[in-house]
């Protein structure tokens, strides 16, 4: 084997400089803003999202999800990006579905948690060195799981949405929040089939400007 073989990649050997941070409220990992979604939003079970009604009362809960979504700083914390190739970008997916898995709700996300699955991947064989940095920098892995979470939760927002017989009839509030969140880059691809399924004249206009950007 050679020295380049056995020489760690700078993904391997690269600090995130990422510190564990605490809330007053409790041993949380997640903002207050992401904690205090209603469920079902606020664990992305598209199955369960898939069949609620669309009644006046889960549309305006709708409508303030995104709102929330959009407007807390906290949702959208500076994350920094490993170097290329980015294949830690995959395991951080990795860590995020298997902490998923264990706390499903978003109020659930606690450090304690985390520490378990910490050690729970600890204890597998043969920890590739990828993996060894996420649980040796596991503060990087959860601060990229705000993001990865907010951008879940808007996807399955405009996706419900679009479920309905007749989505034109939600422009009137709905256009604008789509729009902003294409801009932002917020379950943009579901905010487009929206503004497409609408086919108003308002939601047309906002994909003309879309499309001029």
Sequence with gaps: MSERDTEPSAEETWDPQVTRWHFPEGDYVLPHAMRSLPQPW????????????RTDERLSEARSVLTVLLESPDLSPPVPQPPPPGLMLHVWEEFHQAVGQRMPRTGDVTWAG????????H?????????????RHVEAAMLALIPSLRDDIA???????????????????????????????????????????????????????????
């Design 155 to 213: 996807d399955s927002v405009f996706r419900w949405l679009a479920l309905d017989s007749d989505p034109r009839r939600f422009a009137g509030w709905a256009v604008s929040l789509a729009e902003r969140c294409v801009v932002e880059d917020l379950g943009a691809d579901s905010a487009v089939k929206l503004l497409g399924a609408m086919a108003d004249p308002e939601s047309r206009a906002a994909l003309r400007r879309l499309s001029a950007n």
């Design 123 to 135: 204890g597998r064989p043969h920890l590739d060195p990828l993996r060894q940095h996420v649980v």
């Design 114 to 121: 985390v520490e378990e699955l910490v050690r729970a991947w």
């Design 42 to 53: 606020d664990a992305s079970e598209w199955m369960r999202i898939a069949e609620l009604p």
